[in-house]
Nanobody
Framework: QVQLVESGGGLVQAGESLRLSCAAS????????MGWYRQAPGRQRELVAI???????TYGDSVAGRFTISKDNAKNTIHLQMNSLKPEDTAVYYC????????WGQGTQVTVSS
């Protein structure tokens, strides 16, 4: 079973940047896709960014052009670089690893003040 640990959340002001990281407990074999979702209070969980292993990357409409997802195979880690943050980006961000089932991290809080 894959375990995911997120880090890098925090409180920033609008316009600033943050970098989230998600470390997987094992290598990427058997994982078909990895990415990030987020959930704001009172809202449904939504896609931030996801890439298929060996395939394409998809970004949510609200973050395209500002956020970048990347992976470090040597460290079994993915990152989410978030630039030009807005108050509406405030949410708990969850890491996802998709194989035969979905594995989720515990979430990391991102708060953007205006």
């Amino acid at each position: 079973q894959v375990q995911l640990v997120e880090s890098g959340g925090g409180l920033v002001q609008a316009g600033e940047s943050l970098r989230l990281s998600c470390a997987a407990s094992e290598d990427f074999l058997g994982i078909k896709a990895m990415g990030w979702y987020r959930q704001a209070p009172g809202r449904q969980r939504e896609l931030v960014a996801i890439f298929a292993i060996g395939g394409r990357t998809t970004y949510g409409d609200s973050v395209a052009g500002r956020f970048t997802i990347s992976k470090d195979n040597a460290k079994n880690t993915i990152h989410l670089q978030m630039n030009s943050l807005k108050p509406e980006d405030t949410a708990v961000y969850y890491c996802l690893a998709r194989g035969d089932t979905d594995y989720w991290g515990q979430g990391t809080q991102v708060t953007v003040s205006s």
